[in-house]
């Protein structure tokens, strides 16, 4: 299986980012079956047009997964859908103005991934994992949706989804007590089962295609 695997830089003036942290260190040891490739996406509205799809058009993979970091959640999140809508969360709250993100687009788009199967193999690996209904409004909203939408123009049924990561422990040192973190050999750990389902499901379809 050929993957592109995908990262977020650090933001809002956090040392790290759990999802760059991540795919670093799957980079250097890449599980067993999988060609990857590596991009860690700089936080700015279009990363998506402007960083990830250009990858993606430039050459052939068996499935995208994207990764970023959910502050506040306390396990990994697989997201079910990514919504038309997007909201600059760094700016004060008074000047927040919502935006489309693909005018004229569809409202939101669903993961082409199992999002349950998925979930309980990462959980039965030893990562603290459910299945999520908002990926927020924010970036990682933004490039879950577009590259859907990219997909969908396209005519090309890819597996292709995204993850939510908790905060690493070392984030937490200075936030309010009882904010949920995990190590991040937890959260590699749920990474790399998430990416062996993916690798089931591409082999599947290979071999249904080969039948």
């Excluded at 993606?56 to 994207?66: I, K, V, Y």
């Excluded at 939101?108 to 908002?134: D, E, H, I, K, W």
């Excluded at 409004?137 to 993850?163: A, K, R, W």
Aim: charged share 20%; with cysteine; glycine share 10%.
């Amino acid at each position: 299986m050929r993957l592109l695997l995908t990262g977020f830089e650090s933001f809002g003036g956090e040392i790290v980012n759990p999802s760059e942290a991540a795919v670093r260190v799957i980079e250097s040891d890449p599980p067993p079956g999988v060609e990857l490739m590596v991009r860690v996406l700089p936080v700015q509205f279009n990363s998506g047009v402007e960083h990830l799809l250009p990858v993606l058009l430039a050459e052939p993979f068996d499935a995208w997964l994207g990764l970023g970091e959910a502050g506040g959640r306390a396990q990994l999140s697989v997201e079910r859908i990514g919504i038309n809508v997007f909201v600059d969360a760094a700016r004060p709250l008074e000047q927040r103005v919502e935006q489309a993100i693909v005018e004229g687009g569809p409202a939101g788009y669903f993961s082409r991934l199992p999002q349950a199967r998925l979930a309980q193999q990462m959980r039965a690996a030893g990562a603290p994992t459910t299945v999520s209904n908002t990926a927020g409004t924010y970036y990682c909203n933004e490039i879950l949706y577009m590259v859907q939408h990219h997909l969908e123009t396209m005519g090309v049924d890819m597996p292709s989804g995204f993850i939510h990561l908790p905060y690493l422990p070392q984030q937490v040192a200075d936030k309010s007590p009882g904010t949920p973190s995990m190590s991040l050999e937890t959260q590699i750990t749920g990474v790399r089962a998430a990416i062996a389902g993916v690798r089931e499901l591409v082999d599947a379809r290979v071999r249904t295609v080969q039948a």
